[in-house]
T-cell receptor, first 114, second 112 residues
């Protein structure tokens, strides 16, 4: 069974540009959540999608958005990139959202904004 | 303030030694997860604990969720260099089904 796949693995963008990151969950998993990881802040929750609906959102500006498709694949978009957006972006998939359901992570996308 | 506090923040041990990492919450934990991460990579799922008093083991790693469900510990027996990495605890806090909250992690170094 394939794991969580994130593409691309590495990305370098210029300030002001926008970027789209992709996450394919484990087959049969319908919940996808996104996290930003930086050395100073640790893992910060961005949002979670289930059945193509955003169910919860973290404390990030509106420049961060996402969506989920009918096949459960998810994308997140960051517009008007800032230097502070440089981070490792991780997605996690769960069979369903909820307590006591294991969450499996992808390898992440390392975004560098210059 | 951080909802999940991990201690210690970093740990250096000699190969063969035992060690413990703690994860504490001020709220009831509904499901506690332990992960390991190599720098710059994704999180590797280790264990999930659900019930107060539950204890699980995998190879030389044991994790326990205390009875009051507000603290968990991860214990490594006879550490090896392969155990080195960042250990993170994550939890469903306050019954929020759609958000896993994480501690800031514990950086473990194992010297041969």
């Amino acid at each position: 069974k394939a794991g969580v796949t994130q593409t691309p693995r590495y990305l370098i963008k210029t300030r002001g540009q926008q970027v789209t990151l992709s996450c394919s969950p484990i087959s049969g998993h319908r919940s996808v959540s996104w996290y930003q990881q930086t050395p100073g802040q640790g893992l910060q929750f961005l949002f979670e999608y289930f059945s193509e609906t955003q169910r919860n959102k973290g404390n990030f500006p509106g420049r961060f958005s996402g969506r989920q498709f009918s096949n459960s694949r998810s994308e997140m978009n960051v517009s008007t990139l800032e230097l502070g957006d440089s981070a490792l972006y991780l997605c996690a998939s769960r069979r369903i959202p909820g307590e006591n359901t294991e969450a499996f992570f992808g390898q992440g996308t390392r975004l560098t904004v210059v | 303030s951080q909802e999940l506090e991990q201690s210690p923040q970093s740990l250096i041990v000699q190969e063969g030694k035992n060690l413990t990492i703690n994860c504490t919450s001020s709220k009831t934990l509904y499901g506690l997860y332990w992960y390991k991460q190599k720098y710059g990579e994704g999180l590797i799922f280790l264990m999930m604990l659900q019930k107060g008093g539950e204890e699980k083991s995998h190879e030389k790693i044991t994790a326990k969720l205390d009875e009051k469900k507000q603290q968990s510990s991860l214990h490594i027996t006879a550490s090896q260099p392969s155990h080195a990495g960042i250990y993170l605890c994550g939890a469903d806090i306050g019954g929020s089904n759609y958000k896993l909250t994480f501690g800031k992690g514990t950086l473990l170094t194992v010297n041969p």
